[in-house]
């Protein structure tokens, strides 16, 4: 799940990018924490769960 969540970062960033400036900065910013939070989450879950 880590995995997928990072291959959506990946692909999100890019998309992020092209958006007009005037969405980058407030749609943009939301939609990459918001995905940054996730794999974080899942990252920390990952390992509370198997120790590692």
């Known amino acids: 799940m880590v995995v997928k969540a990072y291959a ?3 692909w999100l960033i890019p998309h992020i ?3 007009p400036r005037s969405r980058k900065f407030t749609l943009g910013d939301r939609l990459e924490n918001v995905a ?3 794999l974080l989450t899942l990252f920390e879950f990952r390992v509370s769960s198997f120790g590692f």
Do not use: F
């Open 8 to 10: 959506l970062l990946l």
């Open 17 to 19: 990018d092209k958006m």
């Open 36 to 38: 940054l939070e996730l």
